[in-house]
């Protein structure tokens, strides 16, 4: 391993071999990356006391803090991170012990607190803020701190959000080839 893809304790990063993970960024511990993910300069992927898994095509972009909290005995499974497919999480994004579906946008500079859940096919403006506990539905534009859903997504907005993450691909593909 790489000195920025570190073990923490037993657990050992899982990295699918088609991912670009940037010398600037660092992943620690229980993190499993999925086929085609792609994690920019900067970010910190830091599965110390949780796992954090990330879903197929998805991409951690620059300056990302993404964590999770510990289990205990009020709370046995803690909060572990959880990323579906086609996920695009922008720069400066905060994700703490949350679990996130396929097929989202999340805004730059956007903070994502403990057992929030945000189904599939969602879209969050640039600065929100996603209170703990949370559950944003599917088909919905949100935006706000604290976030408020605005709107439903318009057929353009929905087919967006995985040419989004799919643009990530190809850029990663690229990276990895020069």
């Not at 289990?71 to 994700?95: Q, R």
């Not at 599939?120 to 604290?146: E, H, T």
């Amino acid at each position: 391993m790489s000195n920025n893809i570190r073990p923490y304790l037993e657990h050992h990063p899982k990295i699918d071999s088609s991912c670009y993970i940037d010398d600037m960024s660092v992943v620690i511990g229980d993190v499993t990356l999925a086929k085609n993910v792609s994690v920019w300069p900067f970010a910190v992927i830091r599965g110390d006391v949780n796992s954090i898994q990330i879903g197929q095509n998805s991409n951690i972009q620059d300056h990302c803090m993404l964590h999770v909290s510990h289990k205990n005995p009020s709370k046995p499974n803690g909060s572990p991170l959880v990323i579906g497919e086609d996920v695009t999480i922008g720069h400066h994004v905060t994700l703490h012990g949350c679990t996130i579906g396929n097929r989202v946008l999340i805004g730059i500079n956007t903070v994502v607190l403990d057992d929030v859940i945000i189904e599939n096919d969602v879209m969050i403006g640039a600065g929100s803020l996603v209170p703990p506990r949370k559950v944003l539905k599917s088909g919905y534009l949100y935006v706000g701190s604290p976030v408020q859903q605005i709107r439903s997504l318009t057929e353009k907005e929905m087919a967006f959000l995985p040419y989004s993450a799919h643009h990530y691909v190809k850029v990663k593909d690229h990276y990895k080839s020069s």
